[in-house]
């Protein structure tokens, strides 16, 4: 009997959950990176590193995304499969040469992709509304290409990884969660940003959002 693939989910923040991710084609198994879980992943898992409110710099404050940057890099650099939301995307470009930085606005909300180039796993996303919600965003080495796109970088592959800055795994009990940490409505607001509404909009998505996430890392991880 062949053994089922592992997906193996890295939490960075306690309130940054797995979300709509999940499927019984697979193993799923939930670490805690301030736990220093990384001698438990082993190179033929796929591993999805999930969001934060933490920028990727923020290792003083942080100290455990220092040593997750270390394993990510060589997990990334011997073409293992990894996926990176948000935090995860921003660390990812960290460990490839690139920069993760705060940008000067929050993005937030949902919206459409620009793509600049052909994937046939990543076109999942193509014509299709996506949930944002940032502050920081990231620089790419020269050579590693941005497949999509809005003002800022959303979508990039280097090896077998693939970073989304964007949360395709937003739920509604997500969204209320993050929106119920400190200062985030303030943040919001002073950007006058349209919270009811977004959620509103969030509410009528969920389940296509659910269905999108989930058909994408079936695909991605090569499940039959």
């Known amino acids: 009997m062949l053994r089922m693939k592992r997906l193996v989910l ?8 797995s979300g709509s991710i999940q499927s019984n084609k697979y193993e799923k198994v939930v670490y805690q990176a301030w736990d220093n879980p990384w001698d438990s992943i082993n190179d033929d898992d796929n591993v999805v590193v999930l969001g934060g409110h933490m920028g990727a710099y923020d290792i003083d404050k942080f100290p455990y995304l220092l040593n997750e940057k ?6 990334v650099s011997n073409n293992n499969n990894l996926l990176g939301i948000c935090l995860g ?4 470009a960290d460990a490839i040469g690139g920069r993760a930085y705060l940008a000067k606005e929050v993005e937030f909300g949902i919206k ?3 793509f600049s180039s052909d994937n046939d796993l990543i076109n999942k996303f193509n014509n299709q509304d996506v949930f944002m919600w940032h502050r920081d965003s990231f620089t790419l080495p020269k050579e590693i290409c941005v497949i999509a796109s809005t003002d800022y970088p959303q979508i990039f592959k280097y090896k077998s990884s693939i970073g989304i800055q964007f949360h395709p795994e937003v739920t509604i009990e997500l969204f209320d969660n993050w929106i119920d940490s400190p200062g985030a409505i303030d943040e919001l607001e002073l950007h006058n940003y349209d919270i009811k509404e977004v959620r509103s909009r969030l509410s009528e998505l969920e389940s296509t959002f659910s269905h999108l996430v989930n058909s994408f890392i079936e695909q991605w991880i090569e499940v039959d």
């Open 10 to 17: 890295v939490q960075n923040d306690p309130i940054v959950t």
């Open 70 to 75: 270390k394993w990510l890099k060589d997990f």
């Open 89 to 92: 995307s921003q660390m990812l």
């Open 112 to 114: 459409k992709l620009k």
